[in-house]
């Protein structure tokens, strides 16, 4: 017995987000990627020359490279190393954003009201904790 | 296992090499992490605090980043054979992004030595029913409850040995309060927190064990982005560990995700058990300062 069967558009869809996903996960590797390959090469994390791992991954580590996402991009534009791999992160958190935006529009197309009040919801949850709430 | 191999030690290994191990042991979490269904942070957190010796609040930075990787990487793979039920997971998001900021939010006031302790507690208790219920592949005798069928979430999967297999959803509400907590231990641990996932679904919900593993996978992603936020703008995702934790996590997910559908899902949770209680043990024992 087969309880419900696929329609066209979810199989579409279930391609959209294979593709998303791979796109979001792919761009940010790459960046991550050129990120640590520039810091190895220069031995700088753009926001000061680097002596030891310890450093690195001390207590007050963080406080030397920019969290905001204007001063990442700046940091990107300069060739800053750390910058570029911050940007990568950024690009992982924001592929299940993306993947949730998409899904919004695939129950829209489906005339599924109450699905797209589910992932409407689901969207603005994490916008919210992404821009607000740190 | 070298306990602080490269904690803030007097002789820390050369930058390479830091980035090289960490890049080899999040390689190793991210292909048993995959095959467990659970995102790889199960394994990564207790091997960079207990193994490397990483102050815990950046293993969490790290691991929460590596698991929105593991989870897209591997769910990609998955909504393509079918696997994924896309409207449970969508549906159930709902109770695991709220979890998972309430847990996040949570996690900035809590003390290392707690955090390991809830860490072990979690796993342990994780393990349970995994030992309880080894050997059932398909549950037999599920119907929809009164939520699955008004938000119809019965579906059919394509299993390797079985052909089609047609299925139904019980006690959603009850899944959805698994959600909730599976989020909030997502969000305060740093893990995908795939064991509550799949239990919630399995156990709750009575799905089928390749239905539960694939959608949680599925649903893991938009769970730690909901709390990678929060712990990126706060400082905890530190460049020189969240980058090659994040590639070796996905890239040990990518050969994973090609073992799982060769395996059967008997030898799969087997597997497993062992291992965790290993772990649940060592980081219980952190937590009341046994070890340090």
């Known amino acids: 017995m087969i309880a419900r069967t696929r329609t066209y558009i979810e199989r579409r869809f279930e391609i959209l987000i294979a593709t998303l996903l791979l796109g979001g996960v792919g761009i940010s590797a790459a960046l991550l990627v050129a990120g640590v390959a520039l810091f190895l090469a220069t031995g700088s994390s753009g926001y000061g020359d680097v002596t030891s791992v310890n450093a690195l991954i001390g207590p007050d580590a963080a406080a030397a490279y920019p969290h905001s996402f204007g001063a990442i991009l700046r940091g990107v534009v300069e060739l800053r190393s750390f910058a570029i791999v911050e940007l990568g992160v950024v690009v992982l958190i924001a592929t299940p954003v993306v993947r949730v935006a998409a899904s919004v529009l695939l129950f829209f197309a489906e005339k599924d009201q109450v699905f797209v009040a589910v992932t409407v919801a689901v969207l603005v949850l994490l916008l919210v904790s992404i821009f607000l709430l740190h | ?292």
């Open chain 2, 1 to 292: 296992m070298a306990a602080h191999a490269f904690g803030l030690v007097s002789d820390p290994l050369p930058i390479a090499g830091f980035l090289f191990v960490m890049f080899a042991t999040s390689f190793a979490a991210g292909v048993v992490g995959s095959l467990a269904g659970l995102g790889g942070g199960v394994f990564l957190v207790p091997l960079l605090t207990v193994g490397f010796g990483l102050d815990i609040h950046y293993a969490v930075g790290a691991s929460i980043v590596s698991v929105i990787a593991t989870s897209s990487g591997a769910a990609a793979a998955y909504v393509r054979d079918r696997m994924t039920n896309l409207r449970i997971g969508m549906f159930l998001e709902l109770a695991t992004t709220t979890g998972a900021i309430t847990g996040a939010l949570v996690a900035a006031f809590v003390r290392p030595q707690t955090l390991f302790l809830i860490f072990g507690v979690v796993l342990a208790l994780s393990v349970l029913p995994l030992v309880r219920q080894i050997g059932e592949e398909l549950p037999q005798g599920v119907r929809d409850d009164a939520w699955a069928s008004r938000l119809r979430l019965a579906g059919t999967y394509p299993d390797r040995r079985l052909g089609p297999v047609a299925y139904q959803v019980a006690r959603v509400p009850v899944g959805l309060a698994m959600m909730w907590i599976a989020g909030l231990i997502s969000g305060l641990l740093g893990i995908g927190s795939g064991v509550f996932k799949v239990l919630a679904m399995d156990v709750g919900m009575r799905l089928p064990m390749k239905v539960s593993t694939t959608t949680s996978n599925f649903m893991i992603g938009v769970t730690a982005a909901a709390s990678a936020g929060i712990y990126f703008g706060r400082g905890d995702v530190l460049p020189v560990i969240a980058a090659p934790v994040a590639l070796g996590v996905l890239s040990g997910a990518a050969i994973g995700t090609r073992l799982l559908v060769r395996m059967r899902n008997t030898t799969l949770r087997a597997l497993f058990v062992p291992i965790l209680l290993l772990i649940a043990v060592e980081m219980i024992l952190r937590g009341f300062g046994v070890r340090t």
